[in-house]
């Protein structure tokens, strides 16, 4: 059975800065792309980020290019996102989903885990 | 890169079916099969209902089916029962410099 589960989510101040990571079980890990999706309070899903499974392909929104890096360590079957700069507009849940394709089809989700950029 | 456009709502009674449209470019929607719906319910993880514009997981009830037309998506729910109300998203790859898009989302409101 798949599973993935996220952590690492807070409440963290502007401009500070937060590492989720995501364990992912059930699957061959490093065969496949992951992503991380966000839904803000009150609004839709959002593409975030995602990284293919070797790790050396990154791809990133424009709302969070230059702030946020994904990563990978397949020796531990887990996937980070590592967030500086932190803005308010990125309190969010964010969902960490195994991309079937390496083209964005998300096939298994997390649970997500929240993420509140409040003073 | 604008996301997808998806009406805000659609609503229907048990038994009949909807289709839920989702819009985007011809870098996008246009010329990719990589479009994706997903089942969300409030504080739950989304689930994947439709692949490759048309495809269906295992285990997705065959009243669910996806087609596209140009840069238009459309999911269509037949059959719809009370548990179908939820909201819905598309997405798509897109050759952007970013790699994915997601709609803005469609509440269901099962009558």
């Known amino acids: 059975e798949v599973q993935l589960v996220e952590s690492g989510g807070g409440l963290v101040q502007p401009g500070g800065s937060l590492r989720l990571s995501c364990t992912a079980s059930?699957?061959?890990?490093?065969?496949?792309?992951m992503s991380w999706v966000r839904q803000a309070p009150g609004k839709g899903l959002e593409w975030v980020s995602a990284?293919?499974?070797?790790?050396?392909?990154?791809f990133y929104a424009d709302s969070v290019k230059g702030r946020f890096t994904i990563s990978r360590d397949n020796s531990k079957n887990t996937l980070y996102l590592q967030m500086n700069s932190l803005r308010a507009e990125d309190t969010a849940i964010y969902y960490c989903a195994k991309d079937l394709r390496a083209r964005v089809v998300l096939d298994y989700w997390g649970q997500g885990t929240l993420v509140t950029v409040s003073s | 890169q604008s996301a997808l456009t998806q009406p805000a709502s659609v609503s229907g009674s048990p038994g009949q079916s909807i289709t839920i449209s989702c819009t985007g470019t011809s870098s996008d929607v246009g010329d990719y099969n990589f479009v994706s719906w997903y089942q969300h319910y409030p504080g739950k993880a989304p689930q994947l209902k439709i692949y490759?514009?048309?495809n269906r997981p295992s285990g997705v009830s065959n009243r669910f089916s996806g087609s596209k037309s140009g840069n238009t998506a459309s999911l269509t729910i037949s059959g719809l029962q009370a548990e179908d109300e939820a909201d819905y998203y598309c997405?798509?790859?897109?050759?952007?410099?970013?790699?994915?898009?997601f709609g803005g989302g469609t509440k269901l409101t099962v009558l």
């Open positions: 059930g699957f061959t890990f490093s065969s496949n792309a």
């Open positions: 490759d514009v048309s």
């Open positions: 990284i293919s499974g070797t790790g050396i392909g990154t």
């Open positions: 997405s798509s790859y897109t050759s952007s410099s970013t790699l994915g898009v």
